[in-house]
């Protein structure tokens, strides 16, 4: 896969938009800085934490616990948190529930993974099409529907086909979270 090519995929998925909100909230988190989720506001399916005591820094859970795909196109990346007792645990394993109580009153160093090329969207309509009429039912069945995924991206891109990505591969930045 060539450079120009990676390029190109970069252009369909993140187009030429900026990163930004109407209602004046900043949903994004920045490399190297310190944070703690001081409330959290639970929805049906998400959840939006506050950061640092400050109404005009927030993030969902869901710009937390995606699946990302890496910058060569061969592999997927978990996010994670580490703790300082307790390890690492991919964020994915956490409801967004779950998530807040294992991280109120901590303080966290936000990392930035630069080797994340975009989230791969495992609901959107191109990842429902190559999952075809398989049933997701084990974790290995996940990680097997991943690799498809990628595999399907990385022969689009190779292949100069960037619009048959779809929706599948979506702007978004990674980040993991260490406790200092």
């Known amino acids: 896969m060539t450079e120009e090519q990676k390029r190109k995929a970069k252009i369909h998925i993140f187009g030429n938009s900026v990163s930004g909100s109407s209602d004046g909230v900043f949903r994004f988190l920045e490399d190297g800085e310190h944070i703690r989720f001081t409330k959290c506001t639970l929805t049906a399916k998400n959840a939006e934490y506050e950061i640092n005591d400050r109404p005009e820094r927030r993030i969902w859970f869901s710009q937390l616990d995606r699946f990302y795909i890496n910058d060569s196109i061969s592999k997927y990346l ?26 109120k009153g901590k303080i966290f160093e936000v990392n930035i993974c630069r080797e994340a090329f975009g989230a791969i969207d495992t609901k959107s309509e191109m990842s429902l099409r190559i999952l075809g009429n398989k049933r997701i039912k084990t974790v290995k069945d996940f990680g097997e529907h991943l690799n498809a995924c990628i595999k399907y991206a990385k022969n689009c891109i190779e292949n100069d086909e960037i619009d048959e990505l779809g929706d599948l591969i979506k702007k978004s930045t990674a980040y993991d979270l260490k406790e200092i």
Not at 78 to 103: C, D, H, L, R
């Open 78 to 103: 978990m996010p994670s948190i580490e703790f300082k007792e307790g390890g690492m645990v991919p964020i994915f394993s956490f409801t967004a529930q779950k998530f807040y109580e294992a991280v």
